[in-house]
């Protein structure tokens, strides 16, 4: 049996840390806006290398935050691709501002910049990258593209925790500010949900720790009509613990990729690419293939567990009926072909030679 993902290896390893920290906070009497974020916010700063770190609920509010603090008008365009995950996608809608598709380039499954210049417009006020399954978008590309047309940058690294760039940055430091998920499955996970957002502008950061607290930096003094979207301090202090280790997961994860890389030749398979020097972190190992549910099926007949991410893409939601009548070719061939093979930091060498066999075995 190769499980997809078991959350409960991931965080055995770390379980005295993980009490330790627990039980810190427990006996702290602080629950909310204490400590243990400010430690969290410091180090997740440091980690990513930005001036500021802003805690927040979850990813999905960080990325809503981050565009309501840029207060762009009502009916302003924001480019996003047309295949990430629906939260993207809902953070532009919640703040009444319009997604605008991109189709991603079908190699990388990221942004293509040529495809992001023909779809700007005069209303178009920002780009939302998503560096899909860990892998880092061109961002050299991007931010070219958004200098010469004054558009904001922003990330969604809630798949990407930790991948360098070429120039060594990481994710989270390439554009104007970026969004975290901690989700427990993320490659930094918390207990629950957990996310944040990094930035180097200052103001920016200020205006965030507001939103995020009822618009308040006093309490009992509201500036702006803002949201209750707290880290609190038993996530932050999981977090804290948890953060020295990422690092060697995302090297742990790197080699199972090379290994699959290596070993699946089955010609009905066709593995991910990246750029010959593209910051990746596999949150995800995604393959395709022309009869994907019959090879989920196959897999799931020899013990491994497998997922799509993501089966419909957003366009063809319910949520989003109105472009029903809109047609990605590229992004519907995408989730109609992909699989998402077993990925993690407790994915071991022989397991993951099992799922190569199975897959060379695939006729
Ligand atoms: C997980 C995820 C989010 C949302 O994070 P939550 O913490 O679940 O709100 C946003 N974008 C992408 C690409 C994700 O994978």
Redesign the pocket.
């Known amino acids: 049996m190769v499980p997809f993902l078991d959350l409960k290896a991931v965080n055995r390893p770390y379980r005295d840390a993980i009490a330790q920290a627990m039980e810190r906070v427990l006996d702290s009497g602080w629950y909310i806006m204490g400590q243990e974020l400010t430690a969290f916010e410091k180090s997740w700063a440091l980690y990513c290398g930005t001036k500021e770190a802003i805690g927040v609920a ?4 960080a ?1 809503i935050l981050i565009l309501r603090a840029y207060g762009f008008d009502p009916g302003a365009e924001v480019i996003v691709p047309a295949n ?2 629906i ?2 996608i809902l953070a532009i809608s919640a703040n009444q501002l319009t997604p605008v598709l991109a189709e991603p380039d079908p190699k990388t499954y990221n942004l293509d910049p040529n495809e992001i210049e023909r779809l700007i417009t005069p209303k178009t006020k920002a780009i939302l990258v ?1 560096h ?1 399954y860990g892998q880092l978008a061109d961002m050299a590309a991007i931010n070219a593209i958004a200098q010469k047309h004054h558009l904001k940058v922003i990330e ?1 690294c ?2 990407s925790h930790g991948a360098l760039s070429p120039d060594g940055r990481r994710a989270g430091n390439l554009g104007d500010a970026a ?1 975290f ?3 427990p499955g ?1 490659n930094l996970g918390a207990l629950g ?3 944040a957002v990094t930035t180097n502008d200052p103001e920016l950061a200020e205006r965030l720790r507001s939103l995020r607290n009822y618009g308040s930096h006093k309490k009992y003094y509201n500036e702006v009509k803002g949201v209750n979207s707290r880290l609190d301090e038993l996530q932050a202090a999981v977090l804290a613990a948890k953060l020295p280790h990422l690092d060697p997961e995302n090297q742990h994860r790197q080699a199972r990729a090379a290994q699959y890389l290596a070993g699946i030749k089955n010609p009905l398979i066709e593995l991910p690419q990246s750029g010959p020097k593209a910051g990746h972190v596999w949150h995800l190992f995604v393959i395709q293939t022309d009869e994907r549910d019959r090879l989920a099926e196959y897999l799931k007949a020899k013990g491994i567990g497998t997922l799509v991410h993501y089966p419909v893409p957003p366009h063809q939601q319910k949520a989003y009926s109105e472009w029903k009548h809109l047609s990605f070719p590229i992004t519907e061939a995408i989730h109609q072909r992909i699989l998402s093979l077993p990925m993690g930091p407790c994915l071991s060498e022989s397991e993951t030679n099992q799922v190569i066999e199975a897959l060379e075995a695939y006729r």
Not at 58 to 61: F, K, P, R, V
């Open positions: 979850n990813g999905l509010d990325l990430t995950y939260a993207s998503v899909l969604d809630a798949q969004g998920s901690f989700y993320k949900d957990a996310g």
